[in-house]
């Protein structure tokens, strides 16, 4: 039995600086997650994949990453996803200065 699709946000990193993006419902991309795109069917969810691979001259490495509603937006429910939206581990800088540390 095939398992039963979970909702999804299209997510990259930015070709030039680097950081983690994520695909909005308007066609833009944003460093913060709570705007991404939260795509619960998986036809829809293959079709902005492929808008988003298109988009070569901007992004790197686009793929879906499973995601759940949540108050603010869409919400991370793996450990790495939640992890990369906060920037390089190395040391405290862009992102990391202002946003919360991962949960563990």
């Known amino acids: 039995m095939a398992r039963a699709f979970t909702p999804k946000v299209v997510t990259a990193n930015d070709l030039l600086e680097g950081d983690v993006i994520y695909l909005t419902e308007d066609d833009r991309w944003s460093r913060e997650l709570s705007e991404a795109e939260l ?6 969810a293959q079709i902005r994949l492929l808008d988003a691979e298109r988009q070569a001259g ?3 490495g686009a793929y879906l990453a499973d995601a759940i509603a949540g108050d603010e937006g869409p919400e991370p429910t793996h450990f790495r996803e939640d992890f990369r939206r906060t920037g390089p ?7 990391q200065e202002t946003s919360p540390q991962p949960r563990a």
């Open 89 to 95: 581990s190395n040391y405290a800088h862009g992102k």
């Open 58 to 60: 901007k992004i790197v």
């Open 39 to 44: 795509i619960t069917d998986e036809a829809h």
